[in-house]
C-alpha cells in the first residue's frame, strides 16, 4: 500500500474493520512500486484504481478479487464487487469535485452546475472519459454536499478506528 492516508491505505484500513483482520500496512512511495513488488510477488494484495488494475488484470498478471465501488464497474460487470463478497456497505472510490469559493452565488453556481452537467451528456465526452474508465456521477450542488458529508463521515470513522496518525 502506499503511503499513510493514502486511499490504498485507507480502502485497506477500512476493509480490516469491515472482515476483523489486521494486515501489515507496506508503505510505498506511489502506486507502480506497489503494483511491481504485487506481480512479483512480495506483496499479497493492493488497493489499486480500475484504470491502471484492469488491464493488468485482464493480461494476467494480476488476480482482481473485487471492486470496491458500490456497484459493479461497467466495463468489467464479471468483477463482483467487495460488498457482494460479504461486507455490505463496503465502497472506497476515488473521486473529483468541482467546486467555487465561499459566497459564491447560488445563482451562478447553479448555472455552472448545469452547464458542467450538460457537457458529461455529450457523447463525445462520455466515450472520452469511458475510455479513461471514468465514470460521471452527476447530481445537483445539495446531492455533492451530501456526497462530500458522507465521505468525510467514513474516512474519519475509518481513520479513528484504526488510529491512522496524520501526518
Known sequence: MPRV???AHLSASQLELAAGIKMVHVPYRGAQPALTDLM???????????????????????????????????AAT?????????YPGFRSVTWFGLVAPPGTPAAIADKINRDVSAGFEKADVKARLGNLMLEVIGGTRA??????????????R??????????
Open 5 to 7: 492516508g493514502s486511499t
Open 40 to 74: 512479483g510477488g512480495q506483496v499479497d494484495m493492493f488497493f489499486d484504481t480500475i484504470a491502471t488494475s484492469l488491464p493488468l488484470h485482464r493480461g494476467g498478471k494480476i488476480k482482481i478479487l473485487g471492486i470496491a465501488s458500490a456497484e459493479r464497474f461497467a
Open 78 to 86: 464479471d468483477l463482483p464487487t467487495i460488498a457482494e463478497q460479504g
Open 143 to 156: 446531492d455533492g454536499v451530501k456526497f462530500i458529508g458522507d465521505e468525510a463521515a467514513l474516512w474519519g
Open 158 to 167: 475509518v481513520i479513528k478506528d484504526n488510529n491512522i496518525p496524520m501526518r
